[in-house]
């Protein structure tokens, strides 16, 4: 009973996500997922890491791409190393690690992360660009990332579509392990 309650609360989701999806893609999205960065108020820190880390360009030609995008509060309540640690030229290599595990290539809409959880009976890893695996799980209606260390990222702004791939806003910054 319990098991077919998930199921339902999946694909009412997953409905609900295409529609989402849907109606971005009609509306034709023509910026790239770095210029969309660059004009959001909330991804200073994020436009910051991708500069330093040389994938500026990368982020506005190549893709698709899914970004899980950290805002600028979720960069100022980072536990361990501070941003501005990280910025530093000489940890340019654990900087662009992280900023790696946030990406994951291909296009993963909403809808195509809760059907992967769906098959999943909910849960779904995700290989990131920089290597290791992020979690998916829902936790009410929320989409939950959960890094390999545990920490957790609810994803707070879901399918900002880009021509190069698309954009979640996340609410922490996840980690790997090497970091």
Partial sequence: MRFSLKVSVCLLMF????????????KGAKKSIVHTTANSENHKTLLAVMR?????????????????????????????????????????????????????????SASKILKAMCRGKGKATFTTVQGEQITATMQGIDIVLTDSHG?????VVADSNQR?????????VIRPRKI
């Fill in 52 to 108: 330093a880390t040389d994938l500026e360009q990368l982020l506005d030609q190549s893709g698709p791409f899914t970004v899980f995008a950290p805002s600028d509060s979720a960069f100022e309540n980072l536990s361990g190393k501070s941003i501005d640690h990280l910025l530093n030229p000489e940890n340019k290599q654990e900087l662009k690690e992280l900023l790696t595990y946030h990406i994951v290539a291909g296009k993963l």
């Fill in 15 to 26: 409905t609900a996500c295409i529609t989402s999806a849907q109606t971005e893609v009609a």
């Fill in 164 to 172: 190069n791939g698309v954009i979640h806003e996340i609410d922490s």
């Fill in 151 to 155: 920490s957790r990222a609810t994803i």
